[in-house]
């Protein structure tokens, strides 16, 4: 897979060095508590919770689903986590196999504490940590082309529909999208996508959709197509039925 150009930011961009020239754990967020990475080279590396307004990581539950569905497109893509927090969704990926990923953040204590953690895991020079306004950042970007994305804005934030027009621009043909949000919380998107996976806890809705690829004019409608395989959990299930963590 190509990579990404040069990242153009309204805010300051932050990028792991191989060997960081001080302690990194001194700069790490204490919060309320931690999650883990649950699979692949990073596995049970922790990453801090902090005690932030609006923070609210991806549950493991719903982490070990996402990435379960996520698992055959992985390997080498380049990836965004928008609203990244504790960076477990980006990160996440990059354990288990992509290429590179772009963590966005606007807080700068998160922001710095998404550094330190990426300082301390080897191979951690393939997260680029961007402290800065979503929206925004995006509206400053071109000739992005990722082939994962997470989006998960703060509830209530009204955030979500802004983000998903600045986002789409920036995905590649082909490209997956996972979007986290209120139960109640309504999903807008062209005609071009299509929901492959969703799930449900108490008070969160979790659905991964995908972009139909452009072919040329002539080709097998169904050639090309990346088909992640059935939940593990309930063998024929289609593509639009929900499985629930």
């Not at 082939?147 to 983000?163: E, M, T």
């Amino acid at each position: 897979m190509r990579e990404n150009g040069a990242h153009a930011s309204t805010g300051l961009i932050f990028r792991p060095m191989k060997k960081p020239t001080r302690n990194p754990a001194r700069s790490v967020v204490r919060g309320p508590g931690q999650v883990r990475v649950i699979g692949g080279r990073w596995r049970g590396s922790k990453l801090a919770v902090a005690d932030a307004a609006g923070l609210r990581p991806t549950p493991d539950r719903v982490r070990e689903t996402l990435f379960n569905w996520l698992a055959p497109v992985l390997e080498g893509a380049r990836v965004l986590d928008l609203f990244a927090g504790s960076g477990a969704l980006g990160l996440e990926a990059l354990s288990r196999g992509a290429a590179s990923a772009v963590l966005v953040e606007r807080d700068p204590m998160l922001a710095s504490s998404l550094l330190a953690t990426t300082q301390r895991l080897e191979g951690g020079e393939a997260a680029t940590v961007i402290q800065a306004d979503a929206l925004r950042w995006m509206a400053s970007q071109s000739g992005a082309s990722y082939d994962v994305a997470f989006v998960d804005p703060p509830f209530g934030s009204g955030q979500l529909a802004p983000a998903l027009a600045g986002l789409l621009p920036l995905l590649a043909d082909g490209a997956w999208l996972h979007i986290e949000g209120p139960l109640d919380e309504p999903v807008m998107l062209p005609a071009q996508w299509s929901l492959h996976r969703e799930g449900r806890t108490r008070e969160v809705r979790h659905a991964l959709y995908r972009h139909r690829r452009v072919l040329p004019a002539g080709r097998d409608k169904t050639a090309g197509v990346a088909t992640l395989q059935a939940d593990p959990g309930i063998p024929g299930t289609p593509d639009h039925e929900r499985s629930d963590p």
